[in-house]
């Protein structure tokens, strides 16, 4: 069955250090992924989604940036981060046609 | 970035009752699915609809696919204290079949 790993669990950070979060599904085999952010009480805001290796869509323009070094692995960071930065940080994954997606536990980011 | 209109907000409700909140868009979509989402815990998939007219159930929570494309209903019969959460609806655009579009959340209290 397929599983999805989400690390850390919270963070927290000072103003202007970089960040890296760490996405990886086992179980299957090209997936997509994607990186939301949720605001305290809000809705989920994609941030950025790949259909394969290398290839990254960007739906909001921010200081945040992603990558997918591997098939399976999907990375948010950011060389400096800003107290907006703050929030819980869902990665999530999808195969098929029908674009199910299926999300991890969460990253409770707080940028102090 | 988009997001559906889902109804009501939020919802105070007594052990036992029924609930119903419903999304609605402006756009085609081509899937419906809902998701709970527990504090501190990414959403959970909870229904899928593929077509339109589609009504499915699972367990006490039922779901249909609007005729028109362009909204969907669910519907928690006999509620228990368990169904406390944040639901969301999030649907797969006509325009971008790539990316789920989610609605702005209803959060439901249930009371003893």
């Known amino acids: 069955s397929q599983t999805i790993h989400q690390w850390p669990a919270t963070l927290v950070q000072p103003v202007g250090s970089p960040l890296s979060l760490e996405c990886t599904v086992e179980?299957?085999?090209?997936?997509?992924l994607y990186w939301y952010r949720q605001a305290a009480g809000r809705g989920l805001q994609l941030l950025f989604y790949s259909v394969g290796i290398g290839q990254i869509s960007s739906e909001v323009p921010q200081n945040l940036s992603a990558s997918r070094p591997q098939d399976r692995q999907f990375i948010l960071s950011s060389k400096k981060l800003l107290l907006s930065d703050s929030g819980f940080y869902l990665c999530?994954?999808?195969?098929?046609?029908?674009?199910?997606?299926?999300f991890g536990a969460g990253t409770r980011l707080s940028v102090l | 970035g988009q997001q559906l209109n889902q109804s009501p907000q939020s919802m105070f409700i007594q052990e036992g009752e029924d609930v119903s909140m419903n999304c609605t868009s402006s756009s085609i979509f081509n899937t419906w699915l809902w998701y709970k989402q527990d504090p501190g815990e990414g959403p959970v998939l909870l229904i899928a609809?593929?077509?339109?007219?589609e009504l499915t159930s699972n367990g006490r929570l039922t779901a249909q696919f609007g005729i028109t494309r362009k909204d969907s209903f669910l519907n928690i019969s006999a509620s228990i204290p368990s169904d406390v959460g944040i639901y969301f609806c999030?649907?797969?655009?006509?325009?971008?079949?790539?990316?789920?579009?989610f609605g702005t959340g209803t959060r439901l209290q249930v009371f003893p």
């Open positions: 609809l593929y077509k339109a007219g």
């Open positions: 999530a994954w999808s195969v098929g046609q029908y674009n199910i997606q299926y």
């Open positions: 999030a649907g797969r655009p006509a325009y971008n079949t790539d990316k789920l579009i």
């Open positions: 179980g299957t085999s090209n997936p997509n």
